[in-house]
Structure formats: structure tokens, C-alpha cells
């Protein structure tokens, strides 16, 4: 039953994603991105802050509902583990504890930036290395090249088509 209700949220996130690109007034509804929660303070999101996301990817990723609604459109184009790894990158540098920041980057290296890793992101042969040879000596700037070719990828190509290839608002 969940499966097949899946599609339709897509859609519907689909829709909402595209009313960004026309910065439509009448699409302020932004329900259906919004964590499950029965009672949640925030029911719908301002078209105004909506619209700032197509107007800037760092503003889009400085929303915790502009990161749902990118995160959604990414699966839709099998994608996500761009996203995923930019995020694991902004929370590893918030990392405080010595001993958890070696296994934290050695975790994130295996599932993102290693090849073959189950969540392989796309970046360059040098990149690659230049980040293997910083898991010797793991600190909180080990991934930051990396984290910023998978940002500019994100910015150059996800980030226009989720604006242009999302549809039209509903009237």
C-alpha cells in the first residue's frame, strides 16, 4: 500500500518544486513536503521563502524544507546520494570528538567517496585520491574537496532542472 501511495507524493512534491520555477503566488501549499508530525506548528510554507530557493541552491540548502524538497526531486532523477553526501559533510564538520571523527570519516569514505561504494558520488579520479590519502590523517576539512565538486555538480546541473523540468503550478 505504501508503494503505491509513493508515486503520488512524488508527484504532488513534483508539482510544488515546480511552482519555484514560475514563482506563482497561488502555490503556497507546501504540506506534503513537511516531516510527518500530528501536530506540527508549521503548515504551510511562504511562497516567499519557496521562491528565494529558486533563486539561490545555498539558500535551498540552508532550509531544512528546501533540503526535503531537493531531496525529493533527486530521487525522482536517482540521484540522491549527491545530496545525502553533502549533508553527512556539513554534519561530520560538527564533529567535536576525536575518536568519533576518524570512524565518522572513515564511514562516510566507504559509503560515498570510495569506488564501488554503495552510495558512489561522481567525482573526479584526483579528487578521489586527494580525499583516500586525507583518510590517513581524517580532520574536519578531509572531505572539502570533494564536498565542493559534489556542491558545484549539485548547483550546475540538479539544482536548474529541478527549477525548469518540475511542471506547472495548479490553478
Not at 3 to 15: D, E, F, I, S
Not at 61 to 80: C, D, I, P, Q
Not at 92 to 119: C, G, M, N
Request: charged share 30%.
Amino acid at each position: 500500500m505504501a508503494a503505491l501511495l509513493m508515486p503520488r507524493r512524488n508527484k504532488g512534491m513534483r508539482t510544488r518544486l515546480g511552482c519555484l520555477s514560475h514563482k506563482s503566488d497561488s502555490c503556497s501549499d507546501f504540506t506534503a513536503i513537511l516531516p510527518d508530525k500530528p501536530n506540527r506548528a508549521l503548515k504551510r510554507l511562504s511562497t516567499e521563502e519557496a521562491t528565494r530557493w529558486a533563486d539561490s541552491f545555498d539558500v535551498l540548502l540552508s532550509h531544512k524544507y528546501g533540503v526535503a524538497a531537493f531531496r525529493a526531486f533527486l530521487k525522482t532523477e536517482f540521484s540522491e546520494e549527491n545530496l545525502e553526501f553533502w549533508l553527512a559533510c556539513e554534519e561530520f564538520k560538527k564533529t567535536r570528538s576525536t575518536a568519533k571523527l576518524v570512524s565518522k570519516a572513515h564511514r562516510i569514505f566507504e559509503e560515498f567517496v570510495d569506488v564501488q561504494a554503495p552510495r558512489e558520488v561522481n567525482i573526479d579520479f584526483q579528487t578521489r585520491e586527494a580525499t583516500r590519502k586525507n583518510m590517513q590523517e581524517p580532520s574536519l576539512t578531509c572531505f572539502d574537496q570533494a564536498q565542493g565538486k559534489v556542491h558545484s555538480l549539485m548547483e550546475k546541473d540538479s539544482y536548474p532542472s529541478s527549477r525548469k523540468d518540475l511542471g506547472r503550478c495548479p490553478s
